[in-house]
């Protein structure tokens, strides 16, 4: 479903990966507030497998695919991130003084090779 309709859904509204990036965080975001929305995708989305079951340092983890720091820098879409089925998620961040980031362009598609590059 993501490769069929999501993800040219989300290619066709901006060629520019980082606008791409933030309607992905508004809709994830939504996402994380419609209930029933909610749980057809974590339904949809989820393996409940005992096999990929991990515990890592005494912390059990459904799955070890997890979404790393980054993505959502300032825990946003938290809620919605969680009903695509990760086995954890790292969000947000901490900093002692606010800053600005890097200058654009961050993110970069190479379609040839079906990569970005941040």
Do not use: C
């Not at 992905?24 to 939504?30: F, H, S």
């Amino acid at each position: 479903m993501y490769k069929t309709i999501v993800r040219p859904l989300i290619f066709r509204l901006s060629k520019d990966p980082e606008t791409a990036h933030n309607i992905v965080m508004l809709l994830l975001r939504y996402l994380g507030w419609q209930e029933r929305i909610f749980n057809l995708v974590e339904n949809f989305s989820s393996v409940d497998d005992p096999r990929l079951k991990q515990e890592v340092f005494g912390i059990s983890f459904r799955n070890p695919i997890g979404l790393a720091a980054g993505f959502d820098k300032n825990a946003v879409a938290s809620r919605g991130l969680q009903s695509l089925g990760f086995g954890f998620l790292e969000i947000g961040t901490i900093t002692r003084y606010q800053q600005d980031g890097n200058l654009r362009p961050r993110i970069l598609r190479i379609p040839e090779h079906q990569a970005i590059i941040n």
